[in-house]
Structures are given as C-alpha cells and as structure tokens.
C-alpha cells in the first residue's frame, strides 16, 4: 500500500522512500524505512503524526538516534526525524522544542553560565528522546530540571503537563505507555560558574572518549546500571558487572 499519498498535503516537509535508517543512527546500522518524513517545526511534527493515527500507519520517531536499536529489515511504516529545533533563554529558564540536540541546549547553557543539564553536552540525543528515556548522566537527569511540557495526546489535543504527569524514575518515564509525544520542553536551570561548568565538562568528556568506542557505531551507554542492595547508596555500573562475568567486547 503506497502511504506516501496522505503525507502529499503537507507543505515544505522532505518526504522519502526505502531510505536506509543506518544513516541517522549512532550504532550506524539498521534497514530502511517505508518512508522518512522530516519535520522542522512543531506544526509539521503533530500534522504528519496525526495523519499516521488517522490512517492506523505505524510510526517511530527519530531524534538523535543514540540508544536505538534498528531492525536490519527496517520499518514498515513511517519514520518522523524530528528536527523541530527552536529554543530560548530567560533567566534560569530554557524553552526549547523536541528536535532540540541535547548536546546544543546543553553548551548553551554553560556559555550562560547555567547548571543543571551540564552533563548533556556528553549525549547525543535530541530533547524529547531525553524526556522519554529520562537521560541523565554523573548522577544528574533532565528529569530534574524539567518544569512543564507541551505534549501531543493520542487523541490528537495539546496539552500542558508538568513534571509529576511524567513518573520520571531511572532512565524511565510514563511516555513509554502512554503514547503522548512531547512538543517541548521548559527546563529550570541554576546560575554557576561557567568557568567551573566548562571545566567539569571537559572532564566528562574525556572520559567518555576514553571509555567509548569512536571508530565503530556505538549508542553510547547502552546498558542500565543496577540498583545497589543498600538503600540510599548509587548504583552498580553495568560495566563493572560485565568486566566480572568477562564479557568486555
């Protein structure tokens, strides 16, 4: 069934068949999808996601496509790459849309000299898959700073939530089971240092070059570490337990 035909109203959307999803993940592997949509503002990602509903077209979408695993057989539907990129400052407050990169708002920030999402400028997502996945690193989340959000609901009405509708839990959140998507996002930050920030960043940075492999696709830290048996202490890395079972590489 071609479904190209129902996306044809919307203007100034780039719309493409069997395009190899390889291409727009950081594992830099994965077949090709039925069709990739390519939205660039807010009105664009709820048109094309509504006509999906409306029509029962299954759809993903693809922000920054780190911690995605995709089939060698591809899609069989509709892939929505988000780049709905527009953000703001004011104060300590940041308002930027889902196809926001992170690693953008994140260094943004520290140039302002604002803390809270320091540890973004080391991820490669987008916004809204960091609200979905509740992305974190060093022992921060963006769970943590987030005030509100502006979600699409599966009936197709806009709404305004704020962080409690989230459940946010270890990399983890209601968007999971809910099947809202998430249009923006209103982050509330604390003024630092920037000296300090940069300092601190470059830091983690270097770790993780060190740590990950830059030649080969990697989806980053793909693995969740584990609780700890004592209450209140941090959790296990996954990676000290792979170490002890030898299964490093």
Known sequence: MDTKKYFLKLKNVKIEKEVPLSYYTTFRIGGAADLLIKVTSQKELVETINICREHNIPFIILGGGSNVLINDNGFQG???LDRTSDYSFYDEIVTANSGTFF???AFESIKRGLEG???GCCLYGTLGGAIYGNSGAYGKSIGDVLIEAEILKPDGKIELVDNNFFHFQY???SLKTNLC????????LQKSDPI???????EDIEKRLNSHPQKEGSAGSYFKNLPSSVQGEPR???????DELGARG
């Open 103 to 105: 690693r953008k708002i």
């Open 181 to 188: 998507v998430v249009l923006s996002v209103k982050l509330k």
């Open 117 to 119: 999402i320091e540890f």
């Open 236 to 242: 296990i890395p996954a990676g000290k337990i792979l």
């Open 171 to 173: 990399r983890d959140s």
């Open 196 to 202: 300090v920030l940069l300092t601190r960043v470059k």
């Open 78 to 80: 509709v892939v929505i």
